[in-house]
Structure formats: C-alpha cells, structure tokens
C-alpha cells in the first residue's frame, strides 16, 4: 500500500498529517497500521506533505505531483477581485474553445474537492456549437412533445418557443454544456456535483471564458426524464450543468451587493 525509499528522514510529518489516522513511525520510517489500513480514503496527504518525496502509495509518487514551491498563486486581493468580478454570461462569440484547451482545464478539475475524498464524479461536455444545436433540438422536439403535462414555469418558455424556434432560452446560444455527474452512491453526491460546478465556474472566468450554471437542464429533466438520455445522463443520477464558451459582453464594473446576503454571528 505505501513503499518509502531511501530519501526519508523520518520526520514524521505524513503521520501527523493523516487524517485517518492509519500511518505510524515504526523504526524512523512510516508504515501502515494493518488494523486501519481499509480506511484509507486514499487523500494522498501524505504524497503532499512529504519534504523530500520519499513516499509512494499505491503506486502512485510523491514526486509525480506539482511543487509548491514557488508556484505562482492569487493572493487574497485577487481572490476577492475574481469573486466579486464574475459574471453569469448569457451573451456567447460564435468562436468555440479549442478542444485541447477544454480538455485541459477539466484534467484541472480532477482536483476539486468531494465528501469523504470519493471522487466519483464524472465530466462530460459538449465540444462544438453544432453538437450543441443538435441536443437543443432533441431536447425541445421532447418538451414540445409533452407540453402540456409540464409545469407552468416551463410551459410558458415552450410556447414561446413555439412561437419563435430560433430563440434559446435554455442554452443562450452557449457553444459548450459541462454536465457533472455524481455517484449516487458517495456520501454527498449532489454537493460534489454543484461544489465542482462552483469550481469550474472560476477556473473558467479565471481563464478568460464565460459561464451560467444551466438550472434549465436539472429542471428539464426533473419535469422529462427522457431528456437526461439525450444528454447521457443516466436516469436519476445527481448532477448539474453548466454552460461555457468565449463572452461576447465585456462588463465595466461589479454591481452593488450591498442588499445581497445576510451576515450574522452564531
């Protein structure tokens, strides 16, 4: 389960630093306390507290991930400025995202956080604008379909679509849909979803793109499941969505938050 090689010093600090509680320093060097060794939830804390990547576990090196030393990071300041700068974007260039760029920003998102580190989550997107008007099209010929047994928010929409099918108030021309999928059988599988679409939503404003998260979706197939097969989503499964591409709006300024949420002391 944990091989340590000739670089460790004994410090210590992957014991302390385990969260389970399921490593001990046994003649200077850790190992694996057999009794707790199912409960490792596999965080891999102690592949990044090790000082000098002297710990594998699974397999897997200490020195495989990224250094922290002299990485660039945000500062506080920059943090907030990104917070309170985002935008929900709903004016989108015709221009797609390069698919390796995609590809690599979700290869980021592996990293995001899950209850109990289970890391079931699945992303699933949508790479060109055509493959995006197609689903808009299966997916309204179904709610068209079905017009009458939705629910009133939803039929209004669906008949003004009728009347106009050029518009699109689901997807707002959008050319891109991230769908995260969670495993209903993880501890919070919904939080999972909606934490790692909170996350995408920065990495991406981070990077230059635009986002909304597409409550439209979760709604849909809430009131039609079959729109989840057109989409993939298997039936049921906890997951959220959110719409991305290259903003074709520029905002000048944050908008006043002073009446936003409450703040109080418990």
């Known amino acids: 389960m944990i091989s340590v090689n000739e670089k460790c010093v004994g410090c210590g600090a992957c014991v302390r630093d385990c969260p389970m509680g399921i490593?001990?320093?046994?003649?200077?060097?850790?190992?694996?306390?057999?009794?707790?060794?199912?409960?490792?939830?596999?965080?891999?804390?102690?592949?990044?507290?090790?000082?000098?990547?002297?710990?594998?576990?699974?397999?897997?090196?200490?020195?495989?991930?990224?250094?922290?030393?002299?990485?660039?990071?945000?500062?506080?300041?920059?943090?907030?400025?990104?917070?309170?700068?985002?935008?929900s974007i709903r004016q989108y260039a015709a221009e797609e995202i390069p698919p390796a760029r995609i590809r690599g920003l979700l290869e980021t998102m592996k990293s995001v956080p899950t209850g109990c580190n289970i890391r079931h989550l699945a992303f699933r997107y949508v790479e060109t604008r055509a493959r995006m008007d197609e689903l808009r099209r299966r997916m309204v010929e179904l709610l068209l379909a079905k017009e009458a047994t939705l629910p009133d928010f939803l039929q209004g929409v669906v008949a003004a679509i009728r009347k106009k099918p050029?518009?699109?108030p689901f997807f707002r021309g959008a050319p891109h849909l991230l769908i995260v999928q969670g495993d209903p059988s993880a501890v919070t599988p919904q939080v999972d979803c909606d934490a790692a679409c909170a996350y995408f939503d920065m990495l991406m404003q981070g990077s230059g793109y635009g986002t909304t998260w597409c409550g439209f979706l979760k709604i849909i197939v809430d009131a039609v499941p079959e729109v989840a097969d057109v989409f993939g989503i298997p039936r049921g499964a906890p997951f959220y969505a959110m719409l991305f591409g290259v903003p074709a709006v520029r905002y000048v300024r944050t908008p006043p938050r002073a009446d936003g949420a409450q703040i109080a002391r418990v």
Do not use: F, W, Y
């Not at 000082?51 to 090196?61: C, E, F, S, Y």
């Open 166 to 168: 050029e518009i699109d």
């Open 23 to 87: 490593l001990q320093l046994k003649d200077g060097r850790p190992s694996v306390r057999e009794e707790k060794a199912a409960g490792c939830i596999a965080c891999r804390h102690c592949l990044a507290v090790c000082p000098t990547d002297a710990i594998a576990l699974r397999g897997v090196k200490a020195s495989e991930g990224l250094s922290l030393e002299g990485l660039s990071l945000p500062t506080a300041e920059m943090a907030a400025n990104l917070l309170v700068s985002r935008r």
